[in-house]
T-cell receptor, first 113, second 116 residues
Framework: TQLLEQSPQFLSIQEGENLTVYCNSS?????LQWYRQEPGEGPVLLVT?????EVKKLKRLTFQFGDARKDSSLHITAAQPGDTGLYLC?????????????FGKGTLLTVNP | GAGVSQSPSNKVTEKGKDVELRCDPI?????LYWYRQRLGQGLEFLIY????????KSGLPSDRFSAERTGESVSTLTIQRTQQEDSAVYLC??????????????FGPGTRLLVL
């Protein structure tokens, strides 16, 4: 089983602070996705990273895929209350079963005004 | 257009009863997935349908779980003789075509199942 470990599990910060969430594995993934899930809703895809060392930016969010494609990070600059939610990373295997995403347990982020 | 819809949104049942959960994917999406999300856990893959191909049922946790899909539309997930450990949020997702790296899965809001 390919496991994805996310840290921290919980994070509570003040508006305007920066934060980084980590997603680590001992296994190699062909791609890695980040989702945000709000209460009572399904996860919404934020980004997909495919190439080792890749960095993608989405407004105040910066995503990085590790060189070895085993880990990823999500950095949020100047967090806002609207960023509150459960952040999930999910990895896809290579080959014919790449639709089977392996999800981490998530990081529950609370941004206080 | 409309997103993925699921019904019911909440279901409370007694241990031993059967339940049926429904998923309406986005129109035109040929791929459909079911996941289970237990409290404090990540999403667990349950089953995958792609067009007319045989479904990948490798994630179903026991033979009490089954799922069907009518063509490229509605899917139902059935849990027979429910147990308390089946309590979870059951999420359905659909995607446009054959899943590849970067293919976006669009999730429904989930069905919250509580087995008493």
């Amino acid at each position: 089983t390919q496991l994805l470990e996310q840290s921290p599990q919980f994070l509570s910060i003040q508006e305007g602070e920066n934060l980084t969430v980590y997603c680590n594995s001992s296994s190699v993934f062909s791609s890695l996705q980040w989702y945000r899930q709000e209460p009572g809703e399904g996860p919404v895809l934020l980004v997909t990273v495919v190439t080792g060392g890749e960095v993608k930016k989405l407004k105040r969010l910066t995503f990085q895929f590790g060189d070895a494609r085993k880990d990823s990070s999500l950095h949020i600059t100047a967090a806002q209350p609207g960023d509150t939610g459960l952040y999930l990373c999910a990895g896809a295997r290579s080959g014919g079963s790449n639709y089977k995403l392996t999800f981490g347990k998530g990081t529950l982020l609370t941004v206080n005004p | 257009g409309a997103g993925v819809s699921q019904s019911p949104s909440n279901k409370v049942t007694e241990k031993g009863k059967d339940v049926e959960l429904r998923c309406d994917p986005i129109s035109g999406h040929t791929a459909l997935y079911w996941y289970r999300q237990r409290l404090g856990q990540g999403l667990e893959f349950l089953i995958y349908f792609q067009g007319n191909s045989a479904p990948d049922k490798s994630g179903l946790p026991s033979d009490r779980f089954s799922a069907e899909r009518t063509g490229e539309s509605v899917s139902t997930l059935t849990i027979q003789r429910t147990q308390q450990e089946d309590s979870a949020v059951y999420l359905c997702a659909s995607s446009r075509g054959l899943a590849r790296n970067g293919e976006t899965q669009y999730f429904g809001p989930g069905t919250r199942l509580l087995v008493l």
